[in-house]
């Protein structure tokens, strides 16, 4: 039994978001559901799409597609996300098979290609991916709400200098997101880390 010094509230508050989440699918009733998971940089999205990915609770494992994956540069939040709408969520949704492309921020282009199946789950978690437009192909919505520091702390240990001199830049780019989408109103679910 752990004492309550050993509690870790970051850990807890992830772990009952993804049971929430889980939860969500399974009343779904589709062999298919389709979750996306927004939220700013550092708030927790990849480590909830990594358990929810673990743990789905459906018979085939899901697919996990990170916009990470997608955006092409630190300009572009915008373009990434309505690519992974266009060339994931719908063809998804309409039950066709289709593929991306990842991006590679070091030669600064795309690479190669990834398939994805109309027949399985798919995660698709980023900042940008849940908007008006998106919504409408999700079964399951989430927003990651976390505190600004404690997101840049998080960002920047996991990134360090690579990522420290484009933080503010970034950042602009999820406020007009947020300010624009509303994306946290489009939720089904919030997940709120400490």
Known sequence: MHSRSSRDPVR???EVGVARVRAAVE????????VVIDGRSGAGKTTIARLLSESWPLLAPAQTIALDSIYPGWDGLDEGSERARELI??????????????????????AESHAVDPNRGLIVEGSGILTPRSARLADVRVWVES???????????????TYRPHWERW????????RRDDPRSL??????VP
């Open 12 to 14: 807890e508050a992830i």
């Open 27 to 34: 009343e779904v009733s589709a062999s298919n559901a389709v």
């Open 89 to 110: 969520l719908h063809p998804h949704g309409r039950g066709l098979h289709s593929t991306w492309q990842r991006f590679d921020w070091v030669a600064g282009e795309y």
């Open 147 to 161: 505190p600004d520091a404690v997101r840049r702390t998080r960002a920047l240990t996991r990134d360090g200098d």
């Open 171 to 178: 950042a602009r780019q999820e406020e007009r997101h947020i």
């Open 187 to 192: 939720a089904t679910i919030v997940i709120d």
